[in-house]
């Protein structure tokens, strides 16, 4: 947690945790259609940061479960964001690798949080100038609802509405050393925009 947050409710651990991403990952697999490949028709992108690890977690899933090799790529949407140049500090430009061809496939875009849509839209922008999917569908560990754009997560895991001065916070082993996701108060994140 942030040094300001206060916990309101833990909202999942990590066997809740698993057993969506285990419920999401089938969700994809849905989509593939009968006779098509998913090495070829179906791809995740993982958003940095945290949703980098859960596109990781998922595409584990579906080999472990279906025996199928989706592949994955990650994307960092930094500077795409319409707020970019409104930011007080230098942004962190993270990675982005994407080794495959996004034409006419069918990508995943993953992330942790679904808020205002602003990231969602970032996100696709720089999808677009990467290549042309046949479809992107957004997945969501959690919508917390108050959004600012016509955006949706096709797959989400939960639905948490919140208030102004509440946050969402999913943490995961490999950045945060525990699995879970938060409900927290911050007096900081009153007013903010996500």
């Known amino acids: 947690m942030e040094p300001n947050d206060v916990v309101k409710a833990q909202l999942l651990d990590e066997?809740?945790?698993g057993r969506m991403l285990d419920r999401m990952a089938q969700q994809i697999v849905e989509f593939l259609e009968p006779g098509a490949s998913a090495t070829d028709s179906l791809a995740l992108v993982g958003m940095q940061s945290r949703g980098v690890f859960l596109a990781r977690r998922i595409q584990r899933r579906i080999k472990e479960m279906e025996g199928l090799d989706v592949?994955?790529?990650i994307l960092d949407a930094t500077m795409y964001r319409d707020d970019f140049r409104l930011r007080l500090k230098q942004p962190e430009i993270r990675e982005t690798r994407i080794p495959f061809d996004l034409t006419e496939r069918r990508?995943?875009?993953v992330d942790d949080v679904l808020y205002t849509g602003r990231t969602v839209r970032a996100a696709l922008d720089a999808l677009m100038d990467i290549g042309r999917p046949a479809a992107v569908h957004f997945v969501a560990i959690v919508d917390r609802g108050l959004r600012e754009l016509?955006?949706?997560?096709?797959?989400v895991g939960r639905q948490v509405p919140t208030l102004?001065?509440?946050e969402v916070r999913v943490r995961l082993k490999e950045c945060d050393d525990l699995d879970g996701v938060w409900l927290v108060a911050n007096p900081k994140a009153a007013g903010g925009r996500g």
């Open 71 to 73: 592949p994955m790529g």
């Open 150 to 155: 016509p955006i949706r997560a096709d797959i």
């Open 164 to 166: 102004p001065g509440e």
């Open 107 to 109: 990508v995943f875009l």
């Open 15 to 17: 066997r809740d945790l």
